[in-house]
T-cell receptor, first 112, second 112 residues
Framework: LAKTTQPISMDSYEGQEVNITCSHN???????ITWYQQFPSQGPRFIIQ???TKVTNEVASLFIPADRKSSTLSLPRVSLSDTAVYYC?????????????FGQGTILTVHP | NAGVTQTPKFQVLKTGQSMTLQCAQD?????MYWYRQDPGMGLRLIYY???????DKGEVPNGYNVSRLNKREFSLRLESAAPSQTSVYFC???????????FGQGTRLTVV
């Protein structure tokens, strides 16, 4: 499985756009990139998944450059409720082989 | 919509005692996972089951056993609890492999 590297923590203010970058230099051809969000005392929640270029949903956007060695989760206009830990995962999508491995994640703190 | 249900939510054990954490999902998912999360840390994969009838070790399997009882249920057993196993345990399920995973509410286990 590809190893991922994320910043340990980030700070932002309400209303700003936040970009969290994840490095995954050893990503394999059939690997997908997935981001999860975790609030204190809760299990992680799926945010977004992508393979290449750009993916957008109602919560976030995921930017993946052509070489796929990194990805950026973009959260538009964050609020205090976006304060959470964000995890980047890389692995083979759509297969029966499942091994979801989480790293340390990025602690995002949104200030008033 | 129950999703992933874990029981119990809280448990205190004495060192050396045994117990089984139960997990059930009602989404007809093939893959199921058990994680532990220590304070201030990311999630660490204990065991996973890619499909009914199969189980595999994750990152930290020592001291644990699992049973994929059927497609719905995946239990985690501590045969002889140790203080180092004090943690929050999360169960998760996903349709297959690296697709969106859904997490339970967690079991907060304290071993004294």
């Amino acid at each position: 499985l590809a190893k991922t590297t994320q910043p340990i923590s980030m700070d932002s203010y309400e209303g700003q756009e936040v970009n969290i970058t994840c490095s995954h230099n050893n990503i394999a051809t059939n690997d997908y990139i997935t981001w999860y969000q975790q609030f204190p005392s809760q299990g992680p929640r799926f945010i977004i998944q992508g393979y290449k270029t750009k993916v957008t949903n109602e919560v976030a956007s995921l930017f993946i450059p052509a070489d796929r060695k990194s990805s950026t989760l973009s959260l538009p206009r964050v609020s205090l409720s976006d304060t959470a830990v964000y995890y980047c995962l890389v692995g083979a999508g759509g297969t029966s082989y499942g091994k979801l491995t989480f790293g340390q994640g990025t602690i995002l703190t949104v200030h008033p | 919509n129950a999703g992933v249900t874990q029981t119990p939510k809280f448990q205190v054990l004495k060192t050396g005692q045994s117990m089984t954490l139960q997990c059930a999902q009602d989404m007809n998912h093939n893959s199921m996972y058990w994680y532990r999360q220590d304070p201030g840390m990311g999630l660490r994969l204990i065991y996973y089951s890619a499909s009914e009838g199969t189980t595999d070790k994750g990152e930290v399997p020592n001291g644990y056993n699992v049973s994929r009882l059927n497609k719905r249920e995946f239990s985690l057993r501590l045969e002889s609890a140790a203080p180092s196993q004090t943690s929050v345990y999360f169960c998760a399920s996903s349709p297959t492999g690296f697709t969106e995973a859904f997490f339970g509410q967690g079991t907060r286990l304290t071993v004294v």
